[in-house]
């Protein structure tokens, strides 16, 4: 009976063992976004598709010894400022795309990067804990002085955008949609909506993770709520009232603890379809428009 037992135990310690693995390469190696997967959605595949045949540059951008590509698109403003536009977990610059015609008018050059172990870019996710320094990276080669700089996050890329501006990067303000506080918030919230176990797995493996990405196991000093407390900087939150993957909670308290932020929540709004809603894509346009060219 006792070894049936240890058998037993063994072959349970076994399971969420792997379960543990399974989940930190789930998190840290999400879905990736592509050209050709956009384009089997039936939507644009790249900028020149989603404004009518505009031109449009690719390069790539050298980030932790990483070829990183890079949308680079003109915008119709000359004198606007250039933002740069990061994408969420699991996203890629093609989830840019929707966003981009609203932004074009207003801006006078409009980046969009593929952040490590998403679209097209090589290497793993590190949840928010690296790209600040990808970021840092792509600012350094398009820096224009006395060109106004903003930096467009969505989800994990507005943690990051948050980051970067808390360390003092030279971004001269902040839009962040759909942001979160704590990384095991989105990472409970993804893997619970896709009727993946979350219970007894997420919490080691986000642990482990942590440790590898240099933050701990605790994740000390990832909270964008405390950090958006330490900007200098205005900051634009969007986010729908209805996400299921980042709660609006979190978006009141960044706006609340930031000292210059306007919060924008779009009723009904879900995580994803802020801009495929019309209703919600013409509250969001007319929030970035007031901020960017009030």
Request: hydrophobic content about 45%.
């Amino acid at each position: 009976m006792l070894g049936l037992v240890q058998l037993l135990a063994i072959g349970l310690l076994v399971y969420l063992s792997a379960l543990i693995w399974y989940t930190m390469r789930r998190l840290s190696r999400p879905p990736r976004r592509t050209y050709s997967n956009a384009i089997a959605r039936g939507r644009p595949g790249d900028p020149g598709e989603a404004l009518g045949g505009r031109a449009f540059e690719s390069w790539t951008l050298k980030s932790r010894g990483l070829d990183l590509p890079v949308w680079d698109v003109k915008g119709d403003d000359p004198d606007g400022p250039v933002v740069i536009m990061l994408h969420g977990w699991g996203d890629g610059r093609v989830g840019a795309l929707t966003r981009l015609p609203s932004i074009v008018p207003l801006c006078s050059r409009i980046l969009m990067p593929d952040l490590p172990g998403n679209g097209e870019a090589p290497g793993i996710c590190s949840l928010g804990t690296r790209e600040s320094k990808d970021l840092h990276a792509l600012i350094e080669r398009v820096v224009e002085n006395g060109r106004m700089l903003i930096v467009y996050g969505w989800s994990m890329g507005a943690g990051v955008a948050i980051q970067a501006g808390a360390q003092g990067q030279p971004i001269d303000a902040i839009i962040a949609e759909a942001p979160y506080r704590l990384a095991k918030t989105p990472a409970r919230n993804v893997l619970r909506n896709a009727n993946l176990p979350h219970t007894a797995n997420l919490g080691p493996a986000l642990a482990l993770l942590g440790v590898r990405f240099g933050v701990g196991p605790r994740w000390q000093g990832f909270d964008r709520a405390a950090l958006a407390g330490t900007l200098t900087l205005p900051l634009l939150v969007i986010h729908g009232s209805d996400d299921e993957v980042c709660p609006v909670v979190d978006a009141r308290e960044i706006a609340a603890r930031t000292p210059d932020a306007t919060l924008c929540e779009i009723e009904h709004g879900r995580h994803n379809d802020l801009w495929t809603n019309d209703a919600h894509l013409e509250r969001a346009s007319a929030a970035i428009r007031a901020f960017i060219a009030p």
